[in-house]
């Protein structure tokens, strides 16, 4: 199952360097500058490989839960966000880099119903089957769509209310949105992507592995996929990367994907505190401000 693949990363000799990889893939997107808009990342898996290399990155996640001990999705979605102050500036707060709003559309392994709310579950990434945390009736109980244990209103909910998320979030201009390792298996997904293209600027970069299966002599489903929602919709709204070449995640980090980004508002004023004689030789070497009268 999902925890059995979770744990057999963990053990994984290949670990530290593919965790290594996975960080720096999430660098390059969620490294922004202060005046653009936050990244965010839409997952259909049930799994926590995200969230486990945001934890190990020290990327900050937002998403539709409040509290800590047992915290609860909210169907009011709360615009919250991370500023804080520079240091000798007052009023001018600014974001705090490394920030993502994540949303897992089709639930998630440690998402739980208890007492008519939905509650995310202190479930360790790769934990035993055995674990505390695991019901003893995990279809009754886990949140993963489509819970056909479930009626029709459990069906709907919460999924209604994070599929919209999705849908406002690309729907914008000037949206792009980046495609890996989505197989273009889900109708409902691709009818709101194709809703984005009814917008012009928007674009979209499909990262897909498309490798030769010797078995079936095919590329296989997800490639005649792909295709067919390419054919449907505007060429010039379009990036492909198809292939093992591209698509696979190490030749990504280190050929194509950008390095993570500068806050240019920092920057300028380490240039302007260095002008004007306010840093010390030996802080400016690394690049800090200094605090007054500290």
């Known amino acids: 199952g999902i925890l059995t693949t979770e744990k057999s990363f963990i053990n994984s000799r290949q670990m530290q360097e593919a965790l290594k990889y996975l960080k720096n893939f999430l660098f390059s997107f969620a490294s922004r500058t202060a005046t653009r808009d936050r990244l965010n990342i839409f997952a259909t898996n049930y799994d926590r490989f995200i969230e486990y290399a945001c934890d ?30 520079p240091p000798g500036i007052r009023g001018e707060p600014r974001y705090v880099e490394g920030v993502i709003r994540y949303t897992k559309i089709h639930g998630s392994l440690d998402w739980r119903f208890k007492n008519n709310q939905i509650i995310k579950t202190l479930l360790p990434f790769g934990a035993d089957e055995s674990h505390p945390a695991i019901p003893e009736k995990p279809t009754e109980h886990v949140v993963i769509y489509p819970n056909s244990s479930k009626g029709v209103e459990t069906i709907f909910y919460p999924y209604s209310e994070l599929f919209r998320d999705f849908s406002f979030a690309i729907s914008q201009p000037n949206s792009v949105v980046v495609c890996y390792g989505y197989g273009f298996g889900d109708s409902h997904v691709n009818r709101i992507l194709e809703d984005m293209f009814i917008i012009p600027s928007t674009h979209i970069v499909i990262v897909a592995w498309d490798s030769w299966d010797e078995t079936s002599k095919s590329f296989g489903a997800v490639r005649e996929r792909i295709k067919n929602f390419f054919e449907r919709n505007n060429p ?14 190490k030749v990504l980090v280190e050929n194509y994907l950008p390095k993570a980004a500068i806050d240019r508002i920092t920057e300028r004023e380490f240039r302007y505190r260095e002008k004007t004689g306010r840093m010390s030789s030996s802080e400016g070497n690394k690049h800090h401000p200094q605090k007054n009268g500290g």
């Open 56 to 85: 190990m990155a020290g990327i900050l996640v937002l998403d539709r839960f409040v509290g800590k001990i047992e915290p609860v999705f909210r169907t009011n979605k709360l615009d919250l966000d991370y500023h804080y102050n």
């Open 236 to 249: 010039a709204q379009f990036t492909l990367l198809i292939g093992s070449h591209l698509a696979d995640l």
